[in-house]
């Protein structure tokens, strides 16, 4: 499965300029582990974070000038750092599996001539072994201007000369991975658009679970969870072993729950009933609380086949009882410790959630009172972190004790 091993982001809001995990083969920097969890006071900058991975998925989709308007983003003005004149810029550094060389995915936006939003340099390129010294393999690149240069994968591999494509092609707001993304000749592009697009941004509600759907198994869970009684129908007819295993674990959480089914209405509707051992009629969804319902979204996201690669969850301890974060965090780390699993980020204001992470899967971001930008630095790189880690000292513990203070 894809993994990402580096984000940078430019000018996006308070994030003038951050980079977590590496961004080059030169890097010094380690890659980012198969799950990150993001800390900080209020105001540093982690929804804006998250949100730095949601505006590439929607520009994906809508272009850069819509994804600026899109989720309450406010346009480009707002979403450019506060006395910054750059261009808000994005760099993605991935690897397709484990086996193959990585990529780097790079885009910069700004304002052009005429105040529209558009691309200013787009460019995809995979990493060269320098010691059999091959070079860096240049898939697109793409720049504002009259010109766009464009490098057809097949050429390149073949040795071939560069091959550009006019820039009428593409709109100056619209991503060109999105574009070749469906032609046949760009099978390094067609990857990175589909693993982009399958990027799963929860905006996961008990509200959205509740509502009522029509009947229907759907593989795909929606991003707020409203069709998870569709995917549940789908584990019930094609993968009842997975079903079986969510269950184990639904048991584990809720204890008093044994039986978590939907059921057809008589007008093509889908209720989910969850059963409780001291009762002996369901109770709807509808009747369930909030934490049940979120826990139970999250698990469903977790266990059914065909999981997204990667996953970012802002804050999955909301609602829920202290007692189940650490089943929460299990349930989080067995997806994600082997290459076939998702890759998971995430962000906490929980110490008991945090004591199950180590200090190189937990980021710290923390705002320059100075300048009024955040900074972001790994856990273990603070004063004395992995010598009490070693000791057995958890994570919470350390940043309650304030051992994460800049
Ligand atoms: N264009 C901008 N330039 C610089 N800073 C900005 C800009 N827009 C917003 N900010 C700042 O970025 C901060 C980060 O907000 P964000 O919502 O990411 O924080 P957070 O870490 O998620 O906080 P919380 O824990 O309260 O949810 C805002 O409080 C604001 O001060
Ligand atoms: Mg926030």
Redesign the pocket.
Known sequence: MPKIEGLSVEN?????NITLGRKSVKSAADALTPISVVI????????????AFGFLADAINVGVDNACNMRGRGGF????????TGPISFKVYYRESAASRPFLYSLSIDLDDTGRVSILRESLKQAGLSRSGQQAVQFLDRHSGNETALVDSYTVEANAARKSIPETVFPSDKLAIATLGYLRDHPRVIKFREFLEHWYLSYISPSAARGVVDAGAESTLTLSGSNVGNVLQYLQQQHPNRLAQLMKTVTRFLPGIHKIATKETIDDRLVIQFNESKFQDAFLAQQMSDGTLKLFVYLVLLFKPNRPDFICI??PENGLYPDLLGALADAFRSQTDSDERSQIFA?T?QPLFLDNFTSSEVWV?D?DPKT???GIKRARDFLSVTELEKEEFGLGSLWLNNYFQA
């Open positions: 996006y809001r308070c994030l003038k900080g006071k209020n105001g540093t900058g982690k929804s804006t974070l998250f949100d003005k707002r979403l450019r750092t506060a006395g910054s802002e804050e962000t204001h971001l705002k009024g930008f955040s």
